[in-house]
């Protein structure tokens, strides 16, 4: 009897053994397999986190570049301008000024001027001109000049005319301007496709 009962417990307890060891590895293995699985997910998820920022590093360079080029240009061309602007300016700046400060050139651009507007209207005419000419101009413009009009002659002097001057009906409705600023850019527009061609091809 004592026996059979070591027999009985015996294999209860290799039963036992056996199942738990089988229980035991099949556990294992499936946590092993849960832990590769984990494994390549995280794997999978950092090569996609690297590939998402190489990408985008990508992205940033590509803009950097593209932003750098458009600068570079942007830079060269206005350097282009300010060298066009200097070399128009020093070409037309001093003679512009010289004739447009000279009294007897003032007086016959204003004669041409004036003998247009006498031709085509009789308006009142206004007109002025730099301060600095005024002694010269003045007793020519109420002689001279009012011959030649047939209405009234309104004229001003001002200190922010340096030479040159700008005439039109009393009236307001236009004037045109022959300072030695407009005339320096009007010059200019015909200089510069010149000077481009020149200096830069």
């Keep these: 009897m004592q026996n059979k009962l070591q027999e009985l417990t015996d294999k209860l307890y290799n039963e036992g053994l056996s199942k738990g060891k089988l229980e035991g590895e099949e556990l294992v293995a499936k946590a092993k397999a849960q832990a ?3 494994v390549a997910d995280a794997k999978s998820q950092a090569e996609a986190i690297v590939a998402q920022a190489r990408k985008e590093a ?18 060269v061309a206005a350097t282009k301008q300010d060298i066009e602007n200097l070399i128009i300016s020093k070409i037309t700046a001093d003679s512009t ?20 507007f006498s031709a085509e209207e009789s308006a009142d005419i206004a007109l002025v001109l730099p301060e600095s000419l005024k002694s010269e101009l003045e007793p020519f413009i ?15 002097f001002s200190k922010k005319i340096a030479g040159g001057f700008t005439i039109g009906p009393k009236d307001g409705s236009y004037f045109i301007s022959l300072t030695d600023e407009t005339l320096q850019e009007l010059i200019g527009a015909y200089l510069r496709p010149a000077t481009k061609k020149i200096l830069f091809g």
């Excluded at 990508?58 to 570079?72: F, T």
């Design 97 to 116: 000024k010289k004739a447009l400060s000279e009294s007897d050139f003032v007086k016959s651009i204003i004669k041409a001027v004036a003998e247009k």
């Design 142 to 156: 109420q002689g001279e000049l009012a011959s030649i009009l047939k209405g009234e002659v309104a004229a001003s």
């Design 58 to 75: 990508e992205d940033i360079k590509s803009k950097v570049a593209s932003d750098v080029r458009m600068a570079s240009r942007e830079s």
């Design 36 to 38: 590769e699985a984990i």
